[in-house]
Protein backbone atom coordinates (compact mmCIF):
# COMPACT_ATOMS: atom_id res chain seq x y z
CA UNK A 1 0.00 0.00 0.00
CA UNK A 2 2.33 2.33 1.20
CA UNK A 3 5.04 1.50 -2.63
CA UNK A 4 2.01 2.15 -4.50
CA UNK A 5 1.44 5.81 -3.15
CA UNK A 6 5.16 6.21 -3.44
CA UNK A 7 4.86 5.18 -7.24
CA UNK A 8 2.03 7.58 -7.64
CA UNK A 9 4.30 10.72 -6.22
CA UNK A 10 6.81 10.14 -8.49
CA UNK A 11 5.08 9.16 -11.40
CA UNK A 12 3.10 13.28 -10.42
CA UNK A 13 6.47 14.86 -9.99
CA UNK A 14 7.84 13.24 -13.44
CA UNK A 15 4.64 14.78 -15.12
CA UNK A 16 4.94 18.34 -13.49
CA UNK A 17 8.73 18.57 -14.37
CA UNK A 18 7.97 17.73 -18.01
CA UNK A 19 5.70 19.90 -18.39
CA UNK A 20 7.15 22.89 -17.03
CA UNK A 21 10.16 21.43 -18.63
CA UNK A 22 8.13 21.92 -22.21
CA UNK A 23 6.65 25.26 -21.14
CA UNK A 24 10.48 26.87 -20.37
CA UNK A 25 11.79 25.24 -23.83
CA UNK A 26 8.62 27.07 -25.30
CA UNK A 27 9.71 30.15 -24.17
CA UNK A 28 12.69 29.82 -25.03
CA UNK A 29 12.32 29.34 -28.92
CA UNK A 30 9.64 32.23 -29.06
CA UNK A 31 12.22 34.43 -27.32
CA UNK A 32 15.25 33.76 -29.85
CA UNK A 33 12.97 33.64 -32.58
CA UNK A 34 12.40 36.81 -35.29
CA UNK A 35 9.37 37.19 -37.08
CA UNK A 36 9.26 36.94 -40.65
CA UNK A 37 8.36 41.05 -42.03
CA UNK A 38 7.61 41.65 -45.33
CA UNK A 39 10.05 43.18 -47.43
CA UNK A 40 9.41 46.92 -47.76
CA UNK A 41 9.94 48.52 -51.12
CA UNK A 42 11.95 52.13 -52.32
CA UNK A 43 11.67 54.74 -55.14
CA UNK A 44 14.07 56.86 -56.60
CA UNK A 45 13.59 60.32 -56.90
CA UNK A 46 15.63 63.48 -57.70
CA UNK A 47 18.29 65.38 -55.94
CA UNK A 48 20.31 67.76 -56.73
CA UNK A 49 23.76 67.02 -57.33
CA UNK A 50 25.67 70.58 -56.87
CA UNK A 51 24.34 73.66 -56.00
CA UNK A 52 21.28 75.23 -58.47
CA UNK A 53 21.64 78.83 -58.76
CA UNK A 54 17.72 80.66 -59.42
CA UNK A 55 16.53 80.45 -62.85
CA UNK A 56 19.10 77.82 -63.99
CA UNK A 57 18.17 74.87 -66.23
CA UNK A 58 17.61 71.37 -65.05
CA UNK A 59 19.40 68.88 -66.79
CA UNK A 60 20.74 65.24 -66.37
CA UNK A 61 24.30 67.02 -65.55
CA UNK A 62 22.84 68.89 -62.40
CA UNK A 63 20.64 66.04 -60.97
CA UNK A 64 21.60 62.86 -58.98
CA UNK A 65 19.00 60.01 -57.91
CA UNK A 66 18.53 58.52 -54.43
CA UNK A 67 16.25 55.62 -53.13
CA UNK A 68 13.53 56.52 -49.86
CA UNK A 69 10.98 54.42 -48.58
CA UNK A 70 8.19 54.15 -50.91
CA UNK A 71 5.61 55.12 -47.53
CA UNK A 72 7.89 58.16 -47.21
CA UNK A 73 7.45 59.55 -50.99
CA UNK A 74 5.62 62.96 -50.88
CA UNK A 75 3.23 63.39 -54.47
CA UNK A 76 5.02 66.69 -54.83
CA UNK A 77 8.62 64.93 -55.53
CA UNK A 78 10.01 63.78 -58.80
CA UNK A 79 10.28 59.92 -59.51
CA UNK A 80 12.80 58.69 -62.17
CA UNK A 81 9.77 56.35 -63.15
CA UNK A 82 7.27 58.35 -63.57
CA UNK A 83 8.42 62.21 -63.70
CA UNK A 84 11.78 61.86 -65.33
CA UNK A 85 11.02 64.15 -69.03
CA UNK A 86 8.91 66.83 -66.75
CA UNK A 87 12.11 68.04 -64.41
CA UNK A 88 14.01 68.33 -67.15
CA UNK A 89 12.04 71.39 -68.35
CA UNK A 90 12.24 72.84 -66.03
CA UNK A 91 14.47 75.82 -64.33
CA UNK A 92 15.15 77.10 -60.48
CA UNK A 93 12.74 78.70 -58.85
CA UNK A 94 14.82 79.32 -55.99
CA UNK A 95 18.81 78.75 -55.01
CA UNK A 96 18.79 75.05 -54.12
CA UNK A 97 21.60 73.84 -52.01
CA UNK A 98 23.29 70.61 -53.26
CA UNK A 99 21.86 67.35 -51.49
CA UNK A 100 18.24 69.02 -51.83
CA UNK A 101 15.41 66.75 -52.72
CA UNK A 102 13.80 68.15 -56.04
CA UNK A 103 9.89 69.22 -55.40
CA UNK A 104 7.53 71.26 -57.82
CA UNK A 105 7.39 73.83 -55.56
CA UNK A 106 11.61 74.16 -56.15
CA UNK A 107 11.16 74.67 -60.27
CA UNK A 108 8.92 76.58 -62.43
CA UNK A 109 8.34 76.17 -66.57
CA UNK A 110 10.76 77.76 -68.57
CA UNK A 111 8.29 79.89 -70.25
CA UNK A 112 7.16 81.46 -66.83
CA UNK A 113 10.47 81.50 -65.48
CA UNK A 114 11.29 84.84 -65.89
CA UNK A 115 7.82 86.59 -64.61
CA UNK A 116 7.69 83.82 -61.56
CA UNK A 117 11.36 83.68 -60.32
CA UNK A 118 11.46 87.01 -59.69
CA UNK A 119 7.95 87.68 -57.92
CA UNK A 120 8.89 84.58 -55.91
CA UNK A 121 11.74 85.79 -53.97
CA UNK A 122 9.49 88.99 -52.94
CA UNK A 123 8.66 88.79 -48.88
CA UNK A 124 4.82 90.05 -48.28
CA UNK A 125 4.66 93.72 -47.70
CA UNK A 126 7.54 94.01 -49.85
CA UNK A 127 8.12 95.54 -53.56
CA UNK A 128 11.04 95.36 -55.89
CA UNK A 129 12.25 98.16 -58.11
CA UNK A 130 15.26 98.51 -60.38
CA UNK A 131 17.81 101.11 -60.23
CA UNK A 132 20.59 102.34 -62.70
CA UNK A 133 23.92 101.77 -61.43
CA UNK A 134 27.51 101.60 -62.32
CA UNK A 135 31.03 99.62 -61.44
CA UNK A 136 31.36 101.79 -59.02
CA UNK A 137 28.30 101.87 -57.17
CA UNK A 138 28.11 98.13 -57.82
CA UNK A 139 31.29 97.42 -55.54
CA UNK A 140 33.27 96.61 -58.62
CA UNK A 141 30.14 94.12 -59.71
CA UNK A 142 30.96 92.77 -56.09
CA UNK A 143 27.23 92.95 -55.94
CA UNK A 144 25.59 89.66 -57.17
CA UNK A 145 22.00 88.09 -55.99
CA UNK A 146 21.01 87.69 -52.80
CA UNK A 147 23.80 90.12 -51.53
CA UNK A 148 22.59 92.57 -48.77
CA UNK A 149 23.67 96.20 -49.35
CA UNK A 150 23.52 100.05 -48.01
CA UNK A 151 22.05 102.39 -50.36
CA UNK A 152 23.83 105.96 -50.15
CA UNK A 153 22.64 109.08 -52.05
CA UNK A 154 24.31 112.18 -53.34
CA UNK A 155 22.25 115.59 -53.36
CA UNK A 156 23.64 118.64 -55.12
CA UNK A 157 22.09 121.54 -54.10
CA UNK A 158 21.88 124.95 -56.07
CA UNK A 159 20.00 128.04 -55.25
CA UNK A 160 17.44 129.18 -57.64
CA UNK A 161 15.14 132.15 -58.51
CA UNK A 162 11.70 131.49 -56.51
CA UNK A 163 9.41 132.68 -59.82
CA UNK A 164 11.24 131.31 -62.26
CA UNK A 165 12.21 128.13 -60.86
CA UNK A 166 15.65 128.87 -62.54
CA UNK A 167 19.32 128.68 -61.27
CA UNK A 168 20.82 131.69 -60.21
CA UNK A 169 22.75 134.03 -61.10
CA UNK A 170 19.86 135.75 -63.31
CA UNK A 171 20.71 137.62 -66.61
CA UNK A 172 19.66 141.24 -67.22
CA UNK A 173 18.98 143.17 -69.84
CA UNK A 174 17.55 147.09 -70.14
CA UNK A 175 14.21 148.44 -71.36
CA UNK A 176 14.20 151.01 -73.59
CA UNK A 177 11.43 153.20 -75.04
CA UNK A 178 9.12 152.72 -71.88
CA UNK A 179 5.52 154.71 -71.89
CA UNK A 180 2.38 153.97 -72.80
CA UNK A 181 1.88 156.67 -75.61
CA UNK A 182 1.33 155.99 -79.31
CA UNK A 183 4.99 156.49 -80.13
CA UNK A 184 6.69 154.76 -76.62
CA UNK A 185 5.80 151.30 -76.75
CA UNK A 186 7.79 149.23 -74.37
CA UNK A 187 11.04 147.67 -76.17
CA UNK A 188 13.10 145.20 -74.54
CA UNK A 189 16.94 145.30 -75.34
CA UNK A 190 19.17 142.42 -74.30
CA UNK A 191 22.22 142.63 -73.16
CA UNK A 192 25.86 142.68 -75.23
CA UNK A 193 25.30 139.96 -77.71
CA UNK A 194 22.10 139.30 -77.33
CA UNK A 195 22.52 136.75 -74.87
CA UNK A 196 21.93 139.09 -71.29
CA UNK A 197 24.25 139.57 -68.93
CA UNK A 198 24.58 137.68 -65.78
CA UNK A 199 23.01 139.57 -62.43
CA UNK A 200 26.01 140.74 -60.39
CA UNK A 201 26.44 142.91 -57.13
CA UNK A 202 27.65 146.25 -56.48
CA UNK A 203 30.61 146.63 -54.19
CA UNK A 204 32.50 149.72 -52.75
CA UNK A 205 35.99 149.30 -53.49
CA UNK A 206 38.10 149.97 -49.88
CA UNK A 207 40.97 151.86 -50.57
CA UNK A 208 39.33 154.11 -53.28
CA UNK A 209 36.16 154.31 -52.41
CA UNK A 210 34.34 153.98 -55.47
CA UNK A 211 31.62 151.65 -56.66
CA UNK A 212 32.39 148.52 -58.84
CA UNK A 213 29.53 146.25 -60.21
CA UNK A 214 31.01 142.57 -59.45
CA UNK A 215 29.94 139.81 -61.97
CA UNK A 216 30.61 135.78 -61.01
CA UNK A 217 33.24 134.57 -62.89
CA UNK A 218 31.76 131.11 -63.39
CA UNK A 219 28.38 129.14 -63.05
CA UNK A 220 26.79 128.45 -59.44
CA UNK A 221 28.65 125.74 -58.34
CA UNK A 222 26.48 123.02 -56.18
CA UNK A 223 26.85 122.23 -52.98
CA UNK A 224 27.13 118.43 -51.59
CA UNK A 225 25.75 116.78 -49.39
CA UNK A 226 25.65 112.83 -49.36
CA UNK A 227 23.81 109.94 -46.76
CA UNK A 228 22.82 106.64 -46.27
CA UNK A 229 19.15 106.22 -46.92
CA UNK A 230 18.43 102.57 -46.76
CA UNK A 231 20.15 99.57 -44.88
CA UNK A 232 19.94 95.80 -45.20
CA UNK A 233 18.40 95.68 -48.46
CA UNK A 234 18.49 92.37 -50.10
CA UNK A 235 19.48 92.20 -53.76
CA UNK A 236 17.11 90.26 -55.94
CA UNK A 237 19.27 90.50 -59.16
CA UNK A 238 21.74 91.68 -60.73
CA UNK A 239 21.52 92.81 -64.11
CA UNK A 240 18.49 91.82 -66.58
CA UNK A 241 16.09 88.78 -65.57
CA UNK A 242 16.40 87.91 -69.02
CA UNK A 243 19.76 88.33 -70.46
CA UNK A 244 19.91 89.72 -74.45
CA UNK A 245 23.61 89.06 -75.01
CA UNK A 246 24.91 89.53 -78.73
CA UNK A 247 25.77 85.76 -80.31
CA UNK A 248 29.08 85.58 -80.91
CA UNK A 249 30.50 86.88 -84.51
CA UNK A 250 33.08 84.10 -85.43
CA UNK A 251 29.94 81.84 -86.75
CA UNK A 252 30.90 79.17 -84.20
CA UNK A 253 27.00 78.07 -82.40
CA UNK A 254 29.79 76.54 -79.77
CA UNK A 255 31.54 79.86 -78.92
CA UNK A 256 29.04 81.20 -75.97
CA UNK A 257 27.71 84.68 -76.28
CA UNK A 258 29.83 87.57 -74.77
CA UNK A 259 28.65 88.70 -71.37
CA UNK A 260 26.89 91.65 -70.43
CA UNK A 261 28.07 94.42 -68.39
CA UNK A 262 25.06 95.31 -65.81
CA UNK A 263 23.97 98.39 -65.94
CA UNK A 264 20.84 97.95 -63.32
CA UNK A 265 20.26 96.19 -60.29
CA UNK A 266 17.06 94.90 -58.76
CA UNK A 267 16.19 95.25 -54.84
CA UNK A 268 13.84 94.44 -52.34
CA UNK A 269 12.33 97.32 -50.25
CA UNK A 270 9.54 98.48 -48.71
CA UNK A 271 6.75 100.35 -50.80
CA UNK A 272 7.83 103.59 -49.49
CA UNK A 273 11.58 103.34 -50.30
CA UNK A 274 10.84 102.24 -53.83
CA UNK A 275 8.57 105.84 -54.40
CA UNK A 276 11.77 107.43 -52.92
CA UNK A 277 14.10 105.31 -55.09
CA UNK A 278 11.92 106.06 -57.79
CA UNK A 279 12.33 109.68 -57.08
CA UNK A 280 16.18 109.89 -57.16
CA UNK A 281 16.00 107.81 -60.38
CA UNK A 282 14.51 110.73 -62.17
CA UNK A 283 16.14 113.33 -60.39
CA UNK A 284 19.66 112.07 -61.43
CA UNK A 285 21.01 111.54 -57.97
CA UNK A 286 23.95 109.19 -57.17
CA UNK A 287 23.35 106.00 -55.74
CA UNK A 288 26.15 103.82 -54.56
CA UNK A 289 25.68 100.37 -52.95
CA UNK A 290 28.08 99.01 -50.08
CA UNK A 291 27.86 95.64 -49.48
CA UNK A 292 27.51 93.83 -46.03
CA UNK A 293 28.08 90.37 -44.64
CA UNK A 294 24.74 88.69 -44.86
CA UNK A 295 24.53 87.56 -41.42
CA UNK A 296 24.69 91.62 -40.20
CA UNK A 297 21.31 92.62 -39.52
CA UNK A 298 22.32 95.74 -37.36
CA UNK A 299 21.58 99.30 -38.11
CA UNK A 300 23.69 102.15 -37.17
CA UNK A 301 23.43 105.69 -37.24
CA UNK A 302 25.20 107.39 -39.76
CA UNK A 303 25.70 111.55 -40.03
CA UNK A 304 25.49 113.61 -43.95
CA UNK A 305 28.59 114.12 -44.86
CA UNK A 306 29.39 117.39 -46.24
CA UNK A 307 32.21 119.78 -46.92
CA UNK A 308 32.06 121.29 -43.38
CA UNK A 309 31.33 117.65 -41.32
CA UNK A 310 34.57 116.49 -43.38
CA UNK A 311 36.74 119.41 -41.84
CA UNK A 312 35.19 119.18 -38.51
CA UNK A 313 35.48 114.89 -38.41
CA UNK A 314 38.64 114.42 -39.44
CA UNK A 315 40.15 117.31 -38.36
CA UNK A 316 41.12 119.04 -42.09
CA UNK A 317 42.43 122.42 -41.38
CA UNK A 318 41.48 124.77 -44.15
CA UNK A 319 45.21 125.73 -45.86
CA UNK A 320 46.15 129.62 -44.88
CA UNK A 321 47.04 131.90 -48.11
CA UNK A 322 50.61 132.25 -48.28
CA UNK A 323 53.39 133.71 -50.11
CA UNK A 324 54.56 130.91 -51.46
CA UNK A 325 53.49 127.10 -53.39
CA UNK A 326 54.25 123.81 -54.23
CA UNK A 327 55.27 122.96 -57.66
CA UNK A 328 54.20 119.93 -58.83
CA UNK A 329 57.21 118.46 -61.13
CA UNK A 330 56.19 115.87 -64.46
CA UNK A 331 57.51 112.48 -64.02
CA UNK A 332 59.99 112.19 -66.70
CA UNK A 333 63.16 110.14 -66.51
CA UNK A 334 64.47 111.03 -69.70
CA UNK A 335 63.10 107.71 -71.59
CA UNK A 336 59.64 108.22 -70.83
CA UNK A 337 57.35 110.26 -69.45
CA UNK A 338 54.06 109.99 -67.18
CA UNK A 339 51.78 112.47 -65.79
CA UNK A 340 49.81 112.49 -62.63
CA UNK A 341 46.49 111.12 -62.87
CA UNK A 342 43.25 113.75 -63.50
CA UNK A 343 40.13 113.70 -61.55
CA UNK A 344 37.54 114.16 -63.84
CA UNK A 345 34.46 116.73 -62.37
CA UNK A 346 31.69 114.73 -60.49
CA UNK A 347 29.17 117.04 -60.32
CA UNK A 348 25.94 117.53 -62.57
CA UNK A 349 27.07 118.63 -66.10
CA UNK A 350 30.29 118.57 -65.50
CA UNK A 351 30.62 121.57 -63.23
Not at 34 to 52: D, G, H, K, L, W
Not at 327 to 351: E, F, H, R
Request: net charge negative; aromatic share 6%.
Amino acid sequence: MRRGRILIFVVLILIIGLVVAAVAIRQFLLANSTPETPAESFVTVYIARQNIPQGADITEDVLSTAEIPRGNLIDTMYTVEETAALITEKVAKYPLDQGTFITESMVVDKASAASLIGTAMIPEGMTAISIPTSRLSLVSYGVGDGSRVNVTACFWFVDIDTTFQTMLPNLTSTLTGTGFGPDALPILSLGVGGAGAQQGRLELEPALQQPYYLLPSEVQRPRMVCQMLLQDVAVLKRGNFVEFAPPPDDGNPETPPAQTIPDVVTLIVAPQDSVTLTYLTYTNTRLTLTLRNPTDRGRQATEASTLAFLLSQYNIPVPAKLPYSLQVPSMTDGAAATSLPSVGPLLPNGN
